[in-house]
Nanobody
Framework: QLQLVESGGGSVQPGGSLRLSCTAS????????IGWFRQAPGKEREGVSC????????YFADSVKDRFIISRDNIENTVELQMNSLKPEDTAVYYC????????????????????????WGQGTQVTVSS
């Protein structure tokens, strides 16, 4: 059974940091584009950061650029999102995402552009930024 399981969400004050982790089981992430999406109440799910299976094709939404860092460990089969300088507008449910890439690797922005391009989703983890 293919699964993505997130951990690391929680509550933090503005300016604080959180690290989200996602572990894949039932498949190997090495040939998958991976990413993080988020969905706030009443809003559509949006791509925060996505990385193709090829190193160098990484995308960050303008709202998180220079504050968030995405990383992957193909040996441990994990994906992480380090979130720094958090703001109240970062409050949302965060979802780990993965899509298999065959011979052609797309850019990170391709996957973050639409949730319909994602094959597998984690269950989501709540991040709340509030004073």
């Amino acid at each position: 059974q293919l699964q993505l399981v997130e951990s690391g969400g929680g509550s933090v004050q503005p300016g604080g940091s959180l690290r989200l982790s996602c572990t894949a089981s039932g498949f190997t992430l090495a040939n998958y584009a991976i990413g993080w999406f988020r969905q706030a109440p009443g809003k559509e799910r949006e791509g925060v950061s996505c990385m193709s299976s090829t190193i160098g094709h990484t995308y960050f939404a303008d709202s998180v650029k220079d504050r968030f860092i995405i990383s992957r460990d193909n040996i441990e089969n994990t994906v992480e999102l380090q979130m720094n300088s958090l703001k109240p507008e970062d409050t949302a449910v965060y979802y780990c995402a993965a899509t298999h890439e065959s011979a052609t690797s797309q850019t990170g922005s391709y996957y973050c552009a639409s949730p319909r391009r994602i094959e597998y989703w984690g269950q989501g983890t709540q991040v709340t930024v509030s004073s």
